[in-house]
């Protein structure tokens, strides 16, 4: 079975994204953490070795409609796993049932999906859920972490012809096949160019290097030297001293007078064909009140550039795999 299009609301919760779906029949509701850079779908189930808590109820494997206990799955992230079986189910997104959706079944997860119990995997492969659904295209429109409103995930076909719609190539690397790699040439600070090493941003020989995109979190992560670059031009135009707030989690902060008025230089991204300026809420955070603003951009610590949420935030990311192109808008998500 398949479909022109599917579409369900995407939240922002504590520095994270969930979208709500629902398994079996009876549905059992599943909110789960959409993100590009695995293609499994997983959720936690009954009879639990270990479980992290959730506010929805668990899936027990005696109601799923077809399950192979010898197929089995591990999937291992940066802090945990998650492991079970292999089954296949009723899915329910949006409005929609779908049949025969495939999805793993874990009874033992040290991966905490904050808020959610699971996964939506929308990243390239088999078992992720636009090539289940047998769609070739699928965009996504992150809400801000402070907007009180919601974003949209789209499983399907929508109208690409809107004004300020620019697009970049996607770059396959063999070596992990399931990331979406985008080409980035160089970063531009007020008007300023970065002087980045030739090359920086390229997938390297090894597998290593370049830059992927990712929704299941927050804050860019940007290679070294590219972040000190980076950081030193924003001291540089904003004529601030640095403060430091690593304590919250932030790797580049400035302080300035409480409750004045402080210029923030553009940050734009030159892309393969493309130039992406980003509203400032998009990269700074700043706190008038106590005097501190922050970029919401860490030093990568993994050699990989990782375009995350906020960056994302407000901005129509449309993947279209036939033509390997994403395209992107600005938008206001809650009006899509």
Same mark, same amino acid.
Do not use: W
């Given at each position: ?7 369900a609301?995407?939240e ?29 779908i997983w ?6 070795e ?17 399950c192979? $206990?010898?197929?089995?799955? /591990?999937? *291992?992230y940066?802090? &945990?796993?998650s492991k ?6 009723? !899915? #329910? ?9 495939a ?33 070739r295209?699928?965009s ?30 996607l ?25 980045? $090493?030739e090359?920086?941003? /390229?997938? *390297?020989?090894?597998? &290593?290097?370049?830059?992927i ?5 927050? !804050? #860019? ?11 030193d ?33 553009k940050?734009?991204y ?43 935030s407000?901005?129509n ?19 899509l």
């Open positions: 079975m398949t479909f022109s299009s599917l579409t609301k995407i922002s919760v504590d520095g994270g994204y969930l979208v709500k779906h629902a398994i079996g029949t009876p549905a059992v509701p599943f909110l789960a953490s959409p993100t590009t850079v695995t293609n499994l959720t936690q189930c009954e009879p639990c270990h479980c992290f808590n959730h506010t929805t109820p668990i899936y027990s494997t005696s109601f799923i409609h077809s192979n $206990p010898d197929c089995r799955y /591990k999937k *291992r940066i802090v &945990g796993f079970g079986a292999m089954g296949t189910e009723t !899915f #329910t997104i949006g409005n929609n049932s779908v049949p025969g959706i999805f793993g079944c874990g009874n033992s997860n040290t991966f905490v999906v904050s808020h959610g119990s699971g996964i939506v995997g929308l990243g390239r492969g088999p078992q992720y859920l636009v090539y289940q659904l047998g769609i295209k699928f996504y429109c992150l809400p801000h972490y402070d907007d009180e409103s919601n974003g949209r995930l789209l499983l399907g076909y929508e109208d690409e012809h809107q004004n300020s719609i620019q697009s970049t190539p770059v396959l690397n063999p070596s992990n096949s399931s990331f979406y790699y985008l080409t980035l040439h160089g970063i531009t600070v007020g008007s300023t160019r970065l002087l980045t $090493p090359g920086m941003f /390229k997938v *390297r020989k090894d597998g &290593g290097g370049g830059l995109i990712n929704t299941s979190s927050m !804050f #860019t992560a940007l290679e070294q030297p590219a972040f000190e670059l980076l950081k031009e924003f001291k540089s135009q904003l004529k601030l001293p640095f403060s430091d707030q690593s304590f919250l989690g932030y790797d580049a902060c400035f302080s300035f007078e409480p409750k004045s008025n402080v210029e923030v230089p940050l734009i030159h892309f393969d064909g493309a130039d992406l300026e980003l509203p400032v809420k998009n990269y700074m955070v700043v706190d008038s009140e106590n005097g501190v603003m922050c970029l919401v951009i860490l030093e990568a610590t993994g050699g990989l550039t990782i375009f995350r949420g906020i960056h994302q407000n901005i990311m449309m993947l279209d795999l036939e033509r390997e192109v994403l395209s992107f808008v600005p938008a206001q998500c809650k009006e």
